[in-house]
């Protein structure tokens, strides 16, 4: 019943092949921020606005958070730890998400600024790849995980 509504479902070979495409993506755009971010010199500025939040040790909040953007996304890559690294990254981008984007709103660019819509998709495309990669998942990528 669901398929006439909705249509058929995605063959599973390349329903794999596209969540490898989420996974290499979702990756390389956190480790993209990490990196600007250390290289930039916003680590500092990133822990002072933390302590204005009420969060203690600000500095080193946004340090950890900033080599995890590293680290994280390389694993990610190489396939260790995926949905460990994933769900880890999720509640990092959830707390940014309340803390930053919420209050702007939905959109990102456009009909609004620093919105919500690209951190939903990036915990989208980290919550696919951590379900993925979660033990009892699709033979298929569990193989790929060893």
């Known amino acids: 019943m669901m398929s ?4 058929a479902s995605a063959p599973p070979e390349r329903a794999a092949q596209a969540l490898e495409v989420i996974r290499v993506s979702v990756a390389l755009l956190i480790l993209i921020h990490g990196v600007y ?11 002072a606005w933390l ?6 040790a600000g500095y080193v909040l946004a340090m950890g958070v900033t080599l995890f953007e590293w680290i994280g996304p390389l ?3 190489l396939r260790r730890f995926v949905t460990t ?3 880890i ?9 309340v803390l930053v984007h919420l209050p702007s709103g939905w959109f990102v ?3 609004g600024r620093n919105g919500v819509e690209y951190s939903l998709l990036l915990i989208a495309g980290l919550t ?5 990669y979660a033990r009892g998942s699709a033979p298929a990528l569990r193989a790929q995980d060893s």
């Open 37 to 47: 971010r250390l290289l930039a010199g916003g680590v500092a500025p990133f822990g």
């Open 51 to 56: 302590e204005t939040q009420g969060l203690p």
């Open 75 to 77: 694993l990610i890559l």
């Open 128 to 132: 696919a790849t951590a379900w993925a």
């Open 109 to 111: 660019v456009g009909a």
């Open 85 to 87: 690294v994933a769900l």
């Open 89 to 97: 990254h999720v509640a990092i981008l959830a707390t940014g998400l």
């Open 4 to 7: 006439q509504i909705l249509g």
